[in-house]
């Protein structure tokens, strides 16, 4: 089977191309149970015969995509990664709506982060329990601060005396790029301070517990706030740069009844490229040597490297 760190980006790319399959979402409850028993009966020696590879693949497929891997419990579906294109795309259509007015703007960058911050919990290293306070202080932060953001870029652009009407259009059209990109990070870091704080369980190779390292949580929160930053790059700024030449066609130009259509097209396609690249630029279960640990942590085991459940 596969092997838990993936190495290399391609093998990471092929891997969360299967974590990200929508398909994912329609597996029946029976077909979830099956698939983690024919995984169970491989870990134990006991497959009865004529199971394939093929099928193996599959189940684990349906497994790593349904359950969280440090609980084994399910993620609710839309704040499965499977879920995140589907029941994404139409906010991304609504960030970059053109001629926003204030109310708006609150509302799609306080949508955005609401649905965020529910799949960074939902997808957090979850080998310490966390109350549901922190999740209410983490989710208000990460919303006051992206709506914040926002607004402020947004007036800081129609104050620009410098822009003409056109020019200040385009300009807004990339004002939710930044100001996602920065509140995404705070939105991880509010979202999942509790790791900082009680640290997260580092393994062996042989996945026996180490122990709990705060040092290990910084990386986790660190890579999956460099995976925010580089998210909303193709989902936030190729739109506005293809919709500014497509509204230019004839076509459009004689039916703006089809500019949103097109709009919501071209942010799924732009969703489902940038999704993939992004969380497979670290490995979920990524790797660190224990020189780099605490010390107790080095003391604790004779192995060179240990390995942490990142989130995604």
């Given at each position: ?19 990200i ?15 983690v ?25 349906i ?11 399910k ?9 995140y ?35 960074n919990?939902a ?15 983490g ?12 607004v ?92 500014s ?6 076509l ?36 660190i ?12 085991t ?8 990142k989130g995604?």
């Amino acid at each position: 089977m596969e092997p838990e760190i993936q190495t290399s980006f391609y093998g990471r790319f092929r891997h969360f191309l299967d974590i990200i399959d929508p398909r994912t979402l329609f597996v029946t409850e029976r077909r979830l149970r099956e698939a983690v028993q024919l995984l169970e009966d491989y870990k134990h020696g006991t497959l009865r015969p004529g199971v394939t590879n093929e099928q193996l693949w599959g189940a684990q497929k349906i497994k790593q995509a349904i359950l969280h891997p440090d609980t084994n419990e399910k993620i609710f579906m839309p704040f499965r990664m499977s879920g995140y294109i589907p029941f994404g795309t139409p906010i991304v259509v609504g960030l970059l709506l053109p001629n926003q007015t204030l109310a708006s703007t609150v509302f799609w960058q306080w949508l955005n982060q609401s649905h965020n911050a529910c799949v960074n919990y939902a997808n957090r290293n979850a080998t310490k329990p966390s109350p549901a306070s922190k999740f209410i202080q983490g989710y208000l932060g990460a919303v006051i601060s992206a709506v914040s953001i926002a607004v402020g870029l947004n007036v800081l652009v129609q104050k620009a005396n410098k822009f003409t009407p056109a020019t200040r259009l385009l300009v807004q059209r990339f004002v939710p790029f930044p100001a996602v990109a920065s509140a995404n990070i705070c939105n991880v870091v509010l979202m999942r301070y509790g790791e900082l704080e009680e640290g997260i369980d580092v393994l062996d190779a042989d996945g026996n517990l180490v122990g709990s390292s705060k040092i290990a949580a910084r990386h986790a929160l660190l890579e999956t706030a460099l995976t925010r930053v580089v998210l909303p790059m193709p989902i936030l700024v190729l739109p506005p740069i293809v919709m500014s030449m497509l509204e230019k066609t004839a076509l459009l130009q004689a039916r703006p009844r089809l500019l949103l259509p097109v709009q919501s097209l071209v942010c799924l396609a732009a969703f489902g490229l940038a999704l993939p690249l992004a969380i497979s630029l670290f490995p979920q279960m990524s790797e660190i040597e224990t020189s780099q640990l605490e010390p107790e942590i080095a003391r604790a085991t004779s192995s060179r490297t240990v390995v942490y459940n990142k989130g995604l």
